[in-house]
């Protein structure tokens, strides 16, 4: 059956320091993958894209990288602040167009 | 301009009433999607609409869920015969076209059954 993971605890980092989220999937053939950003009582926010033919992509402190050898994407919050505290959802859309969330990974940046 | 919005923002019903949770897609956005989102689990896809297509409800979970969406442009989700597994936080997406790769979101209706 299709999955995607994420990591499943909560990751708290230090204000200044480099977050680092995982996404596993395992039978998707995602042509791309996108991540989103969740505030508490907010609907899901489109952060990035990344094409299967795309290893890094960059926006800001944001920084994603596809491996689709390993089924596996990173997402890096560089010099992370307070303000990026958050939850961080990966999804994969598939053949039929419907995007399949992850169950999101939260972060919290302590200042 | 004006997103994605959704009501009632929070919605309390007693387990066998119906509900009725609306969604007002970005104006000119021709797909529309529902999800359910449980306490630290995903998002569900439950259906979607693409312009005058018949939607796709392959994931509505059982029969006492519908939805319509009418001239295009507002939807309407009814739960009939609420359950209290059916509280959850329902969100409403739209996006540009079919195969459009970025959703935009709607703040969400969280829904309690007691």
């Known amino acids: 059956s299709q999955k995607i993971e994420q990591n499943s605890e909560a990751l708290n980092i230090q204000e200044g320091k480099t977050a680092t989220l995982t996404c596993n999937y395992t039978n998707y053939s995602p042509a791309y993958l996108q991540w989103y950003r969740q505030d508490p009582g907010r609907g899901p926010v489109f952060l990035l894209l990344?094409?299967?033919?795309?290893k890094e992509k960059r926006k800001e402190r944001l920084k994603v990288t596809f491996d689709t050898t390993l089924k596996q994407s990173l997402f890096h919050i560089t010099a992370s602040q307070p303000a990026d505290s958050a939850t961080y959802l990966c999804?994969?859309?598939?053949?039929?167009?419907?995007?399949?969330f992850g169950a999101g990974t939260t972060v919290t940046v302590r200042a | 301009g004006a997103g994605v919005s959704q009501s009632p923002s929070n919605k309390v019903t007693e387990k066998g009433k119906d509900v009725e949770l609306r969604c007002d897609p970005i104006?000119?956005?021709?797909?529309l999607y529902w999800y359910r989102q449980s306490l630290g689990q995903g998002l569900e896809f439950l259906i979607y609409?693409?312009?005058?297509?018949?939607?796709?409800k392959s994931g509505l979970p059982s029969d006492r869920f519908s939805a319509e969406r009418t001239g295009g442009s507002v939807s309407t989700l009814t739960i009939q015969r609420t359950q209290q597994e059916d509280s959850a936080v329902y969100l409403c997406?739209?996006?540009?076209?079919?195969?459009?790769?970025?959703?935009?979101f709607g703040p969400g209706t969280r829904l309690l059954v007691l």
């Open positions: 997406a739209s996006s540009l076209r079919q195969h459009q790769e970025t959703q935009y």
């Open positions: 999804a994969l859309e598939s053949n039929d167009y419907k995007l399949s």
């Open positions: 609409f693409q312009g005058n297509s018949a939607p796709d």
């Open positions: 990344i094409r299967e033919n795309e």
């Open positions: 104006s000119g956005h021709t797909a």
